[in-house]
């Protein structure tokens, strides 16, 4: 498939990104506005305010009338997903909860392109995606209230990757902010690895098998406090990582 990206493939180099980041969701906005390709009609699902909408000169939709944006410079539709379009080039489904942008892109029609968000579950999405004809065609990170939005951009087609990496967001490897997600990541696995500790056996060796996957990525690569570092076994002793 041919698409004209609004820019260039190089979307992940964007030296204004920082770390952190404020809760304003403009990081993430602009991070969404480059994924998205001229393939008209675009909606954005869950318009809210309707800046996305306004930036893309897409269609806005919310599920009930009084979610509507009160602006006029947009075409907005009052509809559940997707469901009110015969056809769709690029569905926006940002900010909205995983199961919900599964049911949206279950239920069609099948855009040719989408560009979604689920801050609650990203992983669980990609799973989702990958048994559902789709494969990941881009990824970025954006700075959001303390951690990292993951946008993804999602074509038909057979999603080669498995396992970890896929839930991680194997086109993530070349973000940027990669470190620093990985980072925060990391600290999320760490707490939920004490918190289970002779407890929860599954969901230990869970935190372990992540926490091992995302050291590679962290900053400290290489370096001996990463090389060096002990982790925790389930019985409270400690194994020297090799
Ligand atoms: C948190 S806001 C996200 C707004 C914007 N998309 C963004 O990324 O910042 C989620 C919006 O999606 C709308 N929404 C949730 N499920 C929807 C559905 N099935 N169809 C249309 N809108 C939906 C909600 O009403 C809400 O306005």
Not at 88 to 104: E, F, L, M, N, P
Not at 141 to 162: C, D, M, Q, S, Y
Not at 199 to 224: C, I, N, S, V, Y
């Amino acid at each position: 498939m041919t698409i004209s990206l609004r820019i260039s493939a190089t979307h992940t180099r964007r030296p204004g990104r920082t770390v952190g980041g404020p809760s304003s969701g403009r990081a993430r906005r602009r991070v969404i506005a480059e994924l998205v390709p001229d393939i008209p009609p675009i909606v954005d699902v869950g318009c809210d305010h309707g800046h996305v909408t306004a930036s893309l000169g897409a269609v806005g939709t919310e599920r009930l009338p009084g979610r509507l944006p009160r602006r006029r410079d947009i075409q907005l539709v009052v509809a559940d997903g997707l469901s009110c379009f015969r056809k769709v080039g690029v569905a926006v489904i940002t900010g909205i909860g995983a199961w919900q942008i599964a049911r949206i892109l279950a239920r069609g029609p099948r855009p040719a392109l989408a560009v979604v968000h689920a801050p609650d579950r990203p992983g669980w999405l990609r799973l989702w995606c990958a048994s559902n004809g789709w494969r990941i065609d881009a990824e970025a990170l954006a700075p959001e209230a303390g951690r990292f939005a993951e946008v993804t951009r999602i074509v038909p087609g057979l999603e080669p990757h498995r396992g970890l990496l896929l839930e991680f967001g194997p086109l993530l490897l070349e973000d940027p902010l990669l470190a620093a997600h990985a980072g925060q990541l990391h600290g999320h696995w760490a707490r939920i690895l004490e918190a289970t500790r002779g407890r929860a056996p599954h969901k230990w060796a869970l935190a372990r098998r992540w926490m091992e996957f995302l050291e590679p990525m962290m900053p400290t690569t290489g370096d001996q406090s990463i090389r060096g570092l002990k982790l925790p076994t389930n019985d409270g002793t400690e194994e020297k990582r090799k």
